[in-house]
Every structure is written in structure tokens, then in C-alpha cells.
T-cell receptor, first 113, second 113 residues
Framework: AQSVTQLDSHVSVSEGTPVLLRCNYS??????LFWYVQHPNKGLQLLLK??????LVKGINGFEAEFKKSETSFHLTKPSAHMSDAAEYFC???????????FGAGTQVVVTP | DGGITQSPKYLFRKEGQNVTLSCEQN?????MYWYRQDPGQGLRLIYY???????QKGDIAEGYSVSREKKESFPLTVTSAQKNPTAFYLC????????????FGQGTRLTVV
């Protein structure tokens, strides 16, 4: 069985400061992991994905994530937050089966000027 | 987005009525999915389809039905048996290959009045 836990339901940061969104997972297999972003009343956009290549994954808009198997974590970071980063972020795990994407509950990011 | 079209964007339904949500894609992807999104719960899988004329139940299929008569189309019907249908519904597609990401439509917000 697979599951995803996003450790923070809300994160508030000041513009220009680092962002850290935490994600832990459990999976019976070697998982693929994804981070998606969702702006209000919109669909989900893929930020980045890990599929057993490099453990440090770079994505769009300056985001990156590090896969740590020993810690079963896949935390998302950005060195400097921008106002446009205000959105909800989802950590997602797949262990390979059709339709078998497991979503975390989401982290709402607020960016203050 | 990017070849996935969900319609309508907003939908209102009276209690006891069935309603059908549309999802069309022009990216020639094999797999299509329907998710339901409620605040604080992430996304939950309703149905998915790997191939034309075949589909499988997801985690919360009760009160929903789907069809996959064409590769491009995967409509979702919310029936009167669905006890709490007010939610944001997201359609997604993927190539279906193992551990590949999904691409999402812009969603339909259904409200029961």
C-alpha cells in the first residue's frame, strides 16, 4: 500500500524568503514521486517528478525537491518565494499501477509582502 | 490544460437529478481519470480507464458512472445516488506507462441546490 503525508496544512512565508514544504511517503515498491501546484479554481500543474534517476530534482519556477529514501521524504523547496507562489501544493506518490496515484492532503502556501 | 477540456466550468444541479460532466482530450493518451476534490482531503479517485470500452472503479465510485466509447472522451455522470455531490471534479490523462505523471483539466465545480 502507498500513502502520502504532507506535514503542514498551511505555510506562510514572506516574499523573498525560502519555502519548504514537507512530504513523507510510504510505498511497497520503488515509487515515483511528484509535486503539483494548484491555483484557486484551476487544475493541477506538474512542478517536478522523481522517477529513480537523480535524487535532487529540479522543476519549474525555481522549485526543487530531494528524494531521501532513508527518510522516506520528498520535500519541496524554493530559495526565494514570489507572490505568484501562493497556491496549494500536492505531493503525490505512484507505485506504478494504472491510476494508482495517491495524493497528499495538500499544503496551502501564503506569501506576504 | 494543454489538450484536456472539461466542461462546463460551473454546474448547478437540483437534488435528485443526474448530471454529466464532460472531459475531452486531444493528446492521444490512453489513460483517463476522474478525481473528486474536497477541501482538506486532497484528490480522491472516482474512476479510471486504460483503454476504450474499459474502465475500473477507484476509491469512491459509489453514486458515479462513466463510459469510454471513444479514446478522446471520458464523461462522468453524477447520479442521484451520490449523497454528497457538491465538489470540484478534475479529469486527468496520462500515457499509462508505469510511473508517468498525469495532466489535469481545469475542473468542473458542481453545486447541488
Amino acid at each position: 500500500a502507498q500513502s502520502v503525508t504532507q506535514l503542514d496544512s498551511h505555510v506562510s512565508v514572506s516574499e523573498g524568503t525560502p519555502v519548504l514544504l514537507r512530504c513523507n511517503y510510504s510505498s511497497s515498491y520503488s515509487p515515483s514521486l511528484f509535486w503539483y501546484v494548484q491555483h484557486p479554481n484551476k487544475g493541477l500543474q506538474l512542478l517536478l517528478k522523481y522517477t529513480s534517476a537523480a535524487t535532487l530534482v529540479k522543476g519549474i519556477n525555481g522549485f526543487e525537491a530531494e528524494f531521501k529514501k532513508s527518510e522516506t521524504s520528498f520535500h519541496l523547496t524554493k530559495p526565494s518565494a514570489h507572490m505568484s507562489d501562493a497556491a496549494e501544493y500536492f505531493c503525490v506518490v505512484s507505485d506504478g499501477g494504472w491510476g494508482k496515484l495517491q495524493f497528499g492532503a495538500g499544503t496551502q502556501v501564503v506569501v506576504t509582502p | 490544460d494543454g489538450g484536456i477540456t472539461q466542461s462546463p466550468k460551473y454546474l448547478f444541479r437540483k437534488e435528485g437529478q443526474n448530471v454529466t460532466l464532460s472531459c475531452e482530450q486531444n493528446l492521444n493518451h490512453d489513460a483517463m481519470y476522474w478525481y473528486r476534490q474536497d477541501p482538506g482531503q486532497g484528490l480522491r479517485l472516482i474512476y479510471y480507464s486504460q483503454i476504450v470500452n474499459d474502465f475500473q472503479k477507484g476509491d469512491i465510485a459509489e453514486g458515479y458512472s462513466v463510459s469510454r466509447e471513444k479514446k478522446e472522451s471520458f464523461p462522468l455522470t453524477v447520479t442521484s445516488a451520490q449523497k454528497n455531490p457538491t465538489a470540484f471534479y478534475l479529469c486527468a490523462i496520462s500515457s499509462g506507462r508505469q510511473n508517468t505523471e498525469a495532466f489535469f483539466g481545469q475542473g468542473t465545480r458542481l453545486t447541488v441546490v
